[in-house]
């Protein structure tokens, strides 16, 4: 126990050290380790000592970043959404048509790759927990608002590229396919579909719905 | 606190005898109160305790019937299930269009009526709660098959009446159709989207995917 209070101590210093050169890094860290965290137990088992040890922080240092264990997992949330595949579409300098962008962006949500499942499911938590969780509402709210003006952003490329149909109603075609991407990821991550089955599914939806 | 208890014990005596009578009106009790339970804390703040005072039984009856925790869990998702408005699909003497019992079955999920919006608040939590619980799984798997296969009949039916175009893929376009279903309910029921925003946005969809 002595050791590894001190192997914590040691972390937790290194850390801090690393810290005043690069000031976002202890943060980072602290973030990285709550989504870890939320992905394995949900939010409802996140404890703020274990997050402080996986990320070789103090909880005293944790709790100068992030208030309380509320503040805590809303900017993991916040976090898990900025890492999200998606918000590649917000990128200014992207050389695919507005379709492809779409296309590829919103596929990429579904994907096995231990990062990407693991943003999943603490945005699929934080959805699921908001239902019970009205502190949670405001937050969800506004990412998800994000998220889903990225989306309308490439669809209004693509129908100036000429790659989308230019008949559509952009926001509600941008809000369908997040429900569209939210709805299989929760299937996914549930085990109710197999994740290519998914994959399948939502390529095929996206091409009908902006395929000129 | 005596009081209490012996106003719980004759609501126990009441039940238990009407339960002689009608076998199933205890085992419904119970189902009622666990899903409205769930509606209000979800699965993870469920108390058995609570439930059987709830259903006005006592928790030896409560775990006559269900065994243990995770058995009351799984049946009153079952009950939540069978008692959502898609269920009408089954019927055999629906005299609607495949088109109209596809579209007036799968709005009515989006309903404010505190019935409908609890079993869907269950729904929701057991998906979601199936992501860290795999011994949910298969239950979710298996009524999510049959719902899914519910919608295809009736898809079916539709085609056969002229309802629905007869190019599209049965299968496929009925797991779309519950996967959006479940994506706008949770986006309503986190309050992302306003359930009349929500209920346009579906029924927009469901005119793009079944028209003919």
Redesign the interface.
């Known amino acids: 126990m002595a050791e590894v209070e001190s192997a914590r101590g040691a972390r937790s210093g290194e850390v801090a050290q690393a810290e005043h050169r690069r000031p976002q890094s202890a943060r980072e860290a602290i973030l990285e380790a709550a989504a870890r965290n939320i992905a394995r137990?949900?939010i409802?088992?996140l404890r703020v000592e274990q997050v402080a040890e996986d990320a070789g922080v103090s909880t005293a240092l944790l709790y100068y970043h992030f208030e309380s264990r509320a503040g805590l997992v809303a900017a993991a949330f916040e976090y898990a959404s900025e890492q999200a595949p998606s918000t590649a579409l917000r990128l200014e300098d992207d050389t695919r048509s507005g379709y492809e962008a779409v296309r590829q962006s919103l596929l990429a949500e579904l994907d096995e790759d231990p990062a990407v499942r693991d943003y999943s499911?603490v945005w699929?938590?934080v959805?699921?927990?908001?239902?019970?969780e009205?502190e949670?509402?405001p937050l969800?709210?506004s990412i998800?608002g994000s998220w889903r003006d990225a989306v309308a952003g490439a669809i209004e490329r693509g129908i100036r590229d000429g790659s989308i149909r230019a008949d559509l109603d952009v926001d509600?075609t941008a809000?369908?396919l997040i429900?569209?991407v939210?709805?299989?990821c929760?299937?996914w991550?549930?085990?109710?579909?197999e994740l290519e089955r998914a994959r399948a599914?939502l390529e095929?939806?996206i091409a009908?719905?902006l395929e000129p």
Chains 1, 2 share one sequence.
């Not at 959805?127 to 019970?132: C, I, M, N, Q, W």
């Not at 991550?189 to 579909?193: E, I, P, R, Y």
């Open positions: 137990q949900g409802q088992g499911i699929g938590d959805s699921a927990s908001a239902v019970f009205a949670l509402r969800l709210r998800t509600a809000e369908l429900v569209l939210d709805g299989f929760m299937r991550l549930s085990g109710s579909l599914l095929k939806a009908a719905l």
